[in-house]
């Protein structure tokens, strides 16, 4: 089989193999992108929900370092953060306040991280914490810095949060807001790797409270004036993705969906360089599965190679290349996202503002004490004024969406019944009148299996050490959530690091014919990948 030679080759059309192939453009070189699944963007996806375009997975991304804003500027996009005044927490009643008080909204803390306040004594934190959890909390100012961040401490976010501020700062604020983020229980976490610095800064600083305080201010020193901490790109996140490919291709580039990497190997005639197998495939036995290949394949040869794909597809491939890449991949809880359009216009107040966290049920608490199965609500329309602009040109007033998610560790997989997200949504929002079927415009429910948790610190230095070892490969490079860490910022600034290392000091190749296979239309979820009315199976990259 004769090869075709190209100057550059990303496997994988996630957000990693986009960011990837656009870093290598930028050296002016010409990459091959190719992606299994019929749709690029990976966990960043979209699709039409009665009438707006919505992002069904990843949304937005914290503004950390320069790597996705440096991007974006480039792509001449628009960088916003979220409207509707902030969200909230669904929280039970304190132990010493009376039962019928039942489960209430509070706002988020004003200066907290992860639900750690800086303040403590300040009156949103009481409100939350009651006088006695606040006091306790703050007296993690007149405990040693070493208490919860010596060597033999343990080294869960939980048993530190605890050993600082107490089991009422933990219960109230640091687990809902762990597990609606990270779908974890701050217990199973690791302090370092969730919150890296935080543990170093206490005991160097003398309290939590100063290490949080710390933090913040240097988060706000980075942000751009006027911004939140967490952002998407206007439109939503897929705005990106798709720039992202539309870029790839306007600079010579090529990028082929339904094409799957098969194996790698060295090239046998020419030292340096890369074969690679590529087949067009068809979906897998369920989505979350590794799609197939299903015809004849093509050889595609490279000096510079990104594998930019799933953790399974990349051991394969770096298999061929003589690399051990045996890691067991952590996987999360499954996770079911049931997005609701629905006319209300007791909605129109935004009662929840852009949406609120479900505090989990404590240990030792009846199952039944909370009063909604789901773990967030977000008020879409509100939250991305785009999506209620869409809805308002398509729907008239009174119209808005909303997002309920489900899913908690330890937890069976998720089964949402159209009135029962209602019954949530009802409850949650606070409305005086049940949501009804005849209330729903539109309805569809996304389920995310097998989603990446945080990692452990024995876990990323495994993977770390991986990416070294390929890095002396010659021309490859390998990365991606499953080696660079969870969060859009993580990924993409590793992903353009790995392919900036590549493209360094090395020249384009001539210029070649494209594979066979045709690539699919840059429409997120299309045809066979579209989500169906409530009880579809989002495939994942």
Request: aromatic share 2%; charged share 20%.
């Amino acid at each position: 089989m004769t090869p075709q030679v190209r100057d550059a080759v990303v496997v994988g059309g996630g957000i990693a193999g986009l960011s990837a192939a656009w870093q290598l453009c930028q050296a002016g070189l010409r990459p091959l992108l190719v992606e299994a699944r019929g749709y690029t963007g990976g966990l960043v996806a979209a699709a039409e929900v009665g009438g707006a375009r919505t992002d069904l997975g990843a949304e937005g991304f914290v503004m950390r370092g320069q790597a996705v804003t440096e991007m974006v500027d480039a792509l001449g996009l628009t960088v916003t953060g979220p409207s509707g005044g902030g969200a909230s927490l669904f929280l039970p009643p304190l132990d010493d306040e009376p039962s019928s008080a039942g489960w209430a909204r509070h706002p988020f803390l004003k200066d907290s991280f992860l639900g750690i306040p800086a303040h403590p004594l300040a009156e949103d934190a009481v409100a939350v914490l009651g006088q006695a959890g606040a006091e306790r909390a703050a007296a993690d100012a007149t405990l040693p810095g070493t208490v919860g961040t010596q060597p033999g401490d343990p080294a869960d976010l939980a048993s530190f949060v605890r050993a600082r501020m107490g089991q009422t700062v933990l219960d109230r604020l640091v687990r809902p807001i762990v597990a609606g983020i990270h779908t974890s229980d701050p217990t199973d976490l690791a302090a370092d790797t969730v919150a890296p610095g935080l543990r170093e800064a206490t005991a160097r600083l003398g309290s939590l409270q100063a290490a949080v305080t710390e933090l913040i201010e240097h988060r706000r020193a980075r942000r751009r004036a006027g911004q939140a901490a967490d952002v998407t790109t206007h439109g939503g996140l897929t705005a990106l993705t798709d720039a992202l490919r539309e870029a790839v291709t306007a600079a010579g580039g090529q990028v082929l969906t339904r094409t799957g990497a098969q194996s790698l190997r060295p090239a046998p005639d020419a030292p340096g360089s890369w074969d690679l197998e590529v087949a067009p495939t068809v979906r897998g036995a369920t989505p979350s599965s590794e799609p197939v290949p299903t015809g004849p394949s093509e050889l595609v040869r490279t000096s510079r190679l990104v594998l930019a794909c799933s953790a399974g597809a990349a051991q394969r491939l770096l298999a061929g290349a003589g690399t051990d890449a045996t890691i067991e991949v952590p996987v999360g809880s499954p996770i079911a996202r049931v997005m609701l359009v629905v006319r209300s216009e007791e909605l129109d107040a935004a009662p929840v503002g852009s949406g609120l966290l479900v505090a989990p049920v404590a240990p030792g608490q009846e199952a039944a004490s909370c009063p909604v199965s789901a773990k967030a609500l977000s008020h879409l329309s509100v939250k991305w004024p785009w999506i209620g602009e869409q809805l308002a040109g398509v729907h008239g007033p009174h119209v808005h969406a909303l997002r309920l998610s489900y899913g908690r560790p330890g937890e069976p997989r998720p089964e949402i019944s159209l009135d029962q997200a209602l019954e949530d949504v009802t409850v949650l929002t606070g409305l005086t009148s049940l949501l009804r079927r005849e209330d729903v415009i539109a309805h569809t429910t996304v389920r995310w299996d097998g989603t990446l948790p945080p990692v452990t610190p024995a876990y990323r230095e495994r993977t770390a050490r991986l990416v070294d070892d390929v890095a002396t490969l010659p021309g490859l490079a390998v990365t991606g959530a499953w080696v660079a860490g969870t969060g859009i910022a993580t990924v993409v600034e590793h992903a353009r690091t790995q392919a900036a290392r590549l493209s360094a000091s090395l020249q384009p190749a001539p210029a070649q014919s494209g594979l066979a296979y045709p690539a699919a239309g840059n429409v997120a979820l299309a045809g066979a990948d579209a989500p169906t009315s409530l009880t579809p199976e989002q495939e994942q990259a």
